[in-house]
């Protein structure tokens, strides 16, 4: 049974059964490979994308649990090759360390900023409990996007 969906703008039907992954769906049949499938347990945040707005885990959604969202990964953020704020501070910081967390991390902040944009260091730590960065150690990931905070 087919599953409707908006994937970044644009209309795209999966005809994986309805308990595929999401992840599975955007990586293998859609070839977006921005989300990272790392754990399959939904604790490291590398697979989180944008269902309807807010950020899952998409090792967890059953592509036929939502039929008819709108989903936003990771590749939706450059318009036109240009990068977004968040990515631009990030760059700016020097952030990215070996890239496997960062789209899921991209993708919670981004939620997060359209909701709070003005956000403190404390909140923003709260924002990213559910990703988990093995490179970084966060300082300079969170200081960065205090800076976009206080740049809005």
């Given amino acids: 049974m087919p599953t409707f969906l908006t994937v970044n703008g644009e209309q795209k039907v999966s005809m994986r059964a ?3 992954p999401l992840i599975d769906v955007l990586r ?3 070839q977006l490979t921005g989300a990272k499938n790392v754990c ?3 604790i490291c945040g590398a697979c989180t994308v944008l269902v309807d707005g807010r950020p899952v885990v998409s090792c967890l ?6 039929p008819n969202a709108e989903v936003r990964t990771v590749e939706s953020l ?3 090759g240009e990068l977004s704020p968040l990515q631009r501070i990030m760059e700016e910081h020097d952030v990215v360390q070996c ?3 960062f789209p899921g991390i991209l993708m919670a902040l981004t939620s997060f900023f359209k909701e709070c944009p003005h956000a403190d260091k404390d909140e923003i730590r709260a924002a990213l409990v559910g990703n988990i960065c093995r490179c ?3 300082e300079r990931l969170i200081d ?3 800076a976009l905070a206080k740049s809005s």
């Fill in 18 to 20: 309805p308990m595929t």
């Fill in 28 to 30: 293998e049949e859609f």
């Fill in 40 to 42: 399959r347990e939904g």
């Fill in 61 to 66: 959604v059953p592509v036929g649990s939502i």
């Fill in 78 to 80: 450059a318009d036109d």
């Fill in 99 to 101: 890239g496997m967390c």
């Fill in 136 to 138: 970084t150690g966060y």
């Fill in 144 to 146: 960065a996007a205090v």
